[in-house]
């Protein structure tokens, strides 16, 4: 039994070094997605409030019109895909196709956030756990310095945790609005198009 336990412990504290630079790493990952998701909201707040007065309460020829005065390259998602659904409205597969296909790359772009959000509390705690080892060996050989510094990493690990979850939860949560929303400004110009045609 004593094997066995301390194969546990050998293997738990190897984890430790790389569940510290996985934290790093995530917690750099979670700074570029925060720079990136504040441009992201300036994008989607403007594409949002065009969107909404350009498309709801309006007849086909007037969503007709709208779409086809959009930039062909204006960098959003929702407006390329509105174009294409343009281009293609007489062909309810390929609208339908288009839709789905929005919609998977709007699942694709919450990953990172996703990640962050589980990933961050899991890194955290094995963080926490796995330095507690040795500072109850510390605590019970006297070493104090031993047990405090293992203890100052056993807290930093889960504080970063808690932030890279936080960060990631924040931006999964206002990235699926903006999904949704987009998705019923989208489900809505096809059907449009589609009771017109009939």
Known sequence: MTIIS???YWIATGLLVPVIVLLIYLFLRSL???GAFFGQFM???KTAAMLDEGIKNRSADEIIAFIGALPEKSG???TDCLKQILGCR???AKLELLVSDYELKADKSLATSKIL???GPILGLMGTLIPMGPALVGLA???IASMAYNMQVAFATTVVGLVVSAIGFITQQARERWALHSLVILDYAVQTLRTDKQ
């Open 141 to 143: 050989t006297g070493n």
């Open 117 to 119: 959000t589980k990933m």
């Open 32 to 34: 570029i997605l925060i």
């Open 43 to 45: 994008t989607e707040r």
């Open 76 to 78: 959003s998602p929702v």
């Open 90 to 92: 007489d062909n309810d």
């Open 6 to 8: 301390n194969i546990l």
